[in-house]
């Protein structure tokens, strides 16, 4: 038997989850899990459904097809469990890095990562020891942006990458770049969306007195920390934090955040409903 | 428009959820919210559905009624936002009543309450604001506790009540009570369990030195605090508080977590798996 | 015996500890509790310690007397347990008032609350309930406001206030009013600051698509919500959620936020570093 | 200037804060930080203050010393930031481990690991990535546990162990063992202590359906699950979790509640009163 994800947006109108459902039975699936959601001011819908069933992919489209048609819906059938390629940029700090190449290897995050790009060397040895190949070039002057991100676009192509994860890269990334990853973006900003965009969040949360730090998880946009969020986790804190406890504090919410919204990305859990996000956990 | 609550609990087989929302859409209705489970260990289904349309509670049962009958199934069909019918019993700690009747006026709990039944006097001035009627009677004596429950179940049946719940009720229930209410009805018990079962849990709390306290609230069985857990919460401490301390300090867990369960009772999310509660929220 | 809460803030200097231990061991007290803090950035120390003794309050401020003017120090003697004469300002939504009056009946909360005033009638039977003088006026017109204003200071005047507390209060002071009562006017504003200024934060939010929402209890500054945050809470939600499920929602951390940074106030534990505040739990 | 960590413990009476800052004034130390708590069922007083001083080791225990003779106080110095030499005994489980060994070498764990003991082979790849001596050998008979904590013993005393950490290590140690290296072992246990003690307490968990599931940080006894609690923690899940997916998602709180005890002991923060802990945070 075969398990699939099948997601699936449109606008919405009556009789979805029955057409969608009867092209399943159709399939011989069985439904394991079926999520829905309706957008009352986008008047989208939104639908997640695991099957198992002995059809394979091009079987299951085709019992779908007509349904597809029929109300014009962008339909997506994955298999439970399928690693997704993914490419990882970096900078100089480890940890998220460390967090998603652990989860990784014990099983708990279904990707591969056929490539770990950094503007610093420094994880180089930490992704050996995942025998994941690193690559590091400097981005100090603009030529070197433009080749780095030259570079971050062959690599996409050249292994038909499916998510890009900027794992505490320190690197505004141009609005080119931006619009060519739309959508397969996902960046962790460490600090609570919306409070504390752009550098030194913790900074300017020692300054302003905050009693929880955060992270957020979030689609990268050309506009600044400002994409639909995916995910967010807080931390208490107390006045007697510095700046660099705060940092310290807050590196456990930034990995947990990021390798949980990477996971939700990767079993097809994460829909775009505009700027919001649709999480079918 | 009306708007339902379908609720189905039945064996697991395949094509369930098309059948029933083939029956939906014959009955022109629009699936606003739908969420399934299947117990692996029990083999059961479990759906809770929401729909709008222009039938009536008997044109959407009698549409439901070939599937319902097909798949040997339990079948529940409610109005959204009809209020519960629920008899509250009290001890003498206000909390968790007061929050009950707050959020009933505001209109944030489903629920109507046409009886608060105590065993002591002392919350007849708070029934009294929110106008709702109380009755007190000693339970000292066996006799007296005899009478007291006759009482519940006199009540039960006069307003036809379809959940009691204890809001720090302080008298253990007989096991023919709790087996006449069996389902329908929730208590919390202000430890989080299955720690601390049994009298005094935050004193127990304070001697093992645990560093988090809370509630659960979960159904009355004849088996002490090991009913199906409906939700908890817990809250931090640390080593400076004394017992009475504790005591203050979790009652905003078990005002909140006993709300949150009502409120999901009230509004069909709470279906029962053997020992487990599937919780559609 | 006597218990007495000592707060004591001066420039930091070597000895301050065993300089005030000093006066208390004089004074013949027992130290039950102490904590200190030394701001690195503004060079000042701050300290809180409760004690028992039979020395009364002159004779406690007497014995710290030398210490007091050798250090600079601004130092404030209060009883343990000392009821704050607190006002209290609403407008209609009741939930923040009904905790604090409910609290305080409890004696959970240490305020005695001479006067609620509100700028609509709607919560004059809830104070009745708690029997706590209520008064409204309306604040409709820049006339209106100004007398609104002046009744309040008034009030402070009359009744000796300690502190003024806008439970939901949904008018913005004048400077004036914010200057006069510096320091001992807290507000709950219904975002997690700095994010969600202003009106209508849980619509900001809904619209950002935040995966969690929060409360936040600050001093009232002229510059709105930006005064110094004394506590702040937050609580999942995800895309369900529509603008008024995040209001009912988020009412439960606004009440609680406000109760605990009103409960710290009166038990001395807030005290002012610039910007930011020190909270000796 | 030396940065110290002064803890004290002795019976309570009046004046100990005093004259303990006075030998701290003495030694021309400026105290950074200061906590105390009185145990009020014990009767026995706790403080850690931090002071920054030129006086060295002998100097500031030389000054302390009549203090600590004319109350009977249990005291030591002990300097800010220095590394505990601590032994980690493993099994097959990597999360833990890894965490700690990320950890110390981002510089926010202050232990030094010597070496790491295993009765499995599994993680010698690990130990190795982070330049750590690992050694393995199994736990199958009789004999060889015997062999075992002869090894573990002798380790203790080749390298002068402070702390001896169970990072998710799976055999039951002898009570002879637990009595050699009581006050300075710690384990992880995988669940929310009291619940669930023993083996597999996740399937237990399930079994019972509760709504959060945590992890215990505490001391090893003889007395299995039953030492004095240090840390614990929670996170939420509901009826869809299988026990195999409860494992994966407390596997988190595992390591953050262990590395946190780790942490709050390699800083002189826990102390003991009777079976439980004080936590000078």
Request: glycine residues 6%; proline residues 5%.
């Amino acid at each position: 038997l075969h398990h699939w994800i099948v997601t699936i947006v449109c606008d919405d109108r009556p009789g979805i989850v029955h057409a969608v459902t009867g092209a399943i039975v159709e399939a011989q699936g069985n439904i394991t899990e079926l999520q829905q959601f309706s957008g009352l001011e986008s008047g989208r819908f939104f639908l997640r459904l695991q099957t198992e069933t002995a059809t394979d992919h091009g079987g299951l489209l085709a019992a779908l097809q007509p349904v597809i048609e029929s109300y014009g819906m962008e339909c997506r059938v994955d298999r439970v469990g399928r690693p997704l390629r993914t490419l990882v940029l970096v900078s100089k700090a480890a940890h998220c890095l460390n967090d998603l190449l652990f989860r990784q290897r014990s099983g708990q995050l279904p990707v591969q990562i056929p490539l770990v790009l950094g503007n610093h060397p420094d994880l180089a040895e930490l992704a050996s020891f995942y025998d994941v190949p690193f690559e590091s070039r400097p981005v100090t002057t603009a030529e070197e942006k433009t080749a780095f991100e030259e570079r971050v676009l062959r690599a996409v192509e050249e292994h038909d990458i499916e998510l890009v994860v900027l794992a505490r890269y320190m690197q505004i990334l141009s609005p080119e770049l931006c619009a060519a990853l739309e959508g397969r973006i996902i960046n962790i900003h460490h600090s609570f969306l919306p409070g504390f965009k752009g550098a030194n969040p913790y900074r300017q949360a020692h300054q302003r007195g905050v009693k929880l730090i955060g992270a957020t998880a979030h689609f990268v946009t050309s506009d600044l920390d400002e994409g639909p969020i995916i995910e967010q986790n807080v931390v208490r804190v107390d006045h007697s934090r510095s700046p660099a406890e705060l940092v310290a504090i807050g590196q456990d919410e930034e990995s947990r955040t990021l390798s949980q919204a990477v996971t939700w990305f990767a079993e097809d859990r994460v829909l775009l409903d505009g700027q919001r996000t649709i999480i079918f956990q």
